[in-house]
């Protein structure tokens, strides 16, 4: 089962340069949430802080009672081990076999035999419909395979939570679906805690449990997938909507002279798009943290953007087909 990650207060600036300020969040054990804002935001910058890569000038990220913020580099190391990464481009090295390379955090971080290595590394690649690419080179494969073999790499110690950078970025729609159905597949198999980096609005419509956006240095909301899809606050509508008019600009934000031309011209913002079902596991069952549909907005009187919750769930992934 996952574990709780509760980040407080947390703040990271570069040559005196805020990226964020203040963020406090909890991202709660066994459940899938995705962080999402505009470029630039520090979204990368966040992960690297959680997993320890990156040190936060103010805050505390307490994990299992410890404060990543404060270990010494000896005990970070070992607490690193709860994490896998999944990094943007899947990290893998180039002249290593598919193999190798899912192998390696077992032969660095482990005393474990050849045999016990190779039951592992098969059973990581089954789990992400990659058995039979073991011989295969990083170059020698799609964008969308190598994604699937950095995921078996982040998944080789059994790591207690899972942070995915971009995962879909480069990706086509339809392997993007395939890869979300993996991530909930994952999620209910291991029972990981994840975090999503995403610029996808439908990964981050119907994958997560809960969603975060950093806007403007800032950690704008953080909290169950309905609270954001049902926001009325121009940022989250904007970003939802993929729109221009709205508080983010070009260059991250619009000044208020921007502002008061768009609200004088009398250009408004359209209504929130209907909140889609969760997408669910290929397995039949519920989703570990599943609440039925629209019961957030139903105990906060929130009244979701009319056409919510229709439609029909989930989609059954067949990983040999994926291969292909
Ligand atoms: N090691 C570093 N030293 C100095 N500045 C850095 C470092 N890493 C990141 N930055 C800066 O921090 C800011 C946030 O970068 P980050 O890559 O986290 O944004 P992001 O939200 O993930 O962007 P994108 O969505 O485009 O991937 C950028 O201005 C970047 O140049």
Redesign the pocket.
Same mark, same amino acid.
């Given at each position: 089962m996952g574990v709780e990650v509760r980040v407080e207060g947390l703040t &990271?600036s570069?040559?005196g340069?805020p990226?964020w300020s203040d963020v406090s969040l909890t991202l709660p054990a066994g459940e899938i949430s995705v962080l999402l804002?505009?470029?630039?935001?520090?979204?990368?910058?966040?992960? &690297?802080t959680l997993v320890g890569l990156?040190k936060p000038d103010r805050g505390a990220i307490w994990i299992e009672g410890r404060d990543l913020a404060r270990l010494s580099e000896r005990a970070l190391y070992e607490v690193r081990k709860l994490f896998g990464v999944l990094f943007?481009d899947g990290a893998l090295f180039g002249s290593m076999t598919i193999y190798d390379n899912v192998a390696f955090p077992l032969r660095e971080h482990t005393r474990r035999s050849e045999s016990e290595i190779r039951a592992v590394v098969h059973e990581k690649l089954e789990m992400v419909g990659l058995l039979g690419a073991e011989r295969k080179l990083p170059g020698e494969i799609s964008g969308g395979m190598r994604k699937r073999a950095g995921l078996a790499r982040a998944l080789v110690l059994d790591p207690q939570i899972i942070l995915f950078?971009?995962p879909d970025?480069g990706l086509d729609p339809v392997r993007t679906a395939y890869l979300n159905q993996l991530i909930i597949d994952l999620n209910q198999q291991t029972g990981a805690t994840f975090l999503i980096?995403t610029?996808d609005i439908n990964t981050a419509r119907t994958v997560p449990d809960n969603i975060g956006l950093?806007y403007h240095g800032h950690l704008a909301m953080f909290g169950p997938r309905e609270m954001l899809l049902s926001s009325t606050e121009p940022v989250v509508r904007q970003f939802l909507n993929a729109q221009r008019i709205g508080p983010i600009g070009m260059a991250e934000e619009k000044d208020s002279d921007e502002l008061r031309a768009e609200a004088e011209a009398g250009v408004e913002l359209p209504p929130l798009p209907p909140i889609p079902l969760q997408l669910a596991p290929s397995d039949g069952r519920p989703r570990r943290a599943e609440q039925s549909p629209g019961r957030w907005c139903e105990e906060h009187d929130v009244v979701p953007p009319a056409g919510s919750f229709q439609g029909v769930r989930g989609s059954v992934w067949q990983p040999t087909e994926a291969l292909r």
């Open positions: &990271k570069f040559g340069q990226v804002g505009p470029s630039g935001t520090g979204k990368s910058v966040f992960l &690297k990156l943007q950078d971009e970025s980096v610029h950093i």
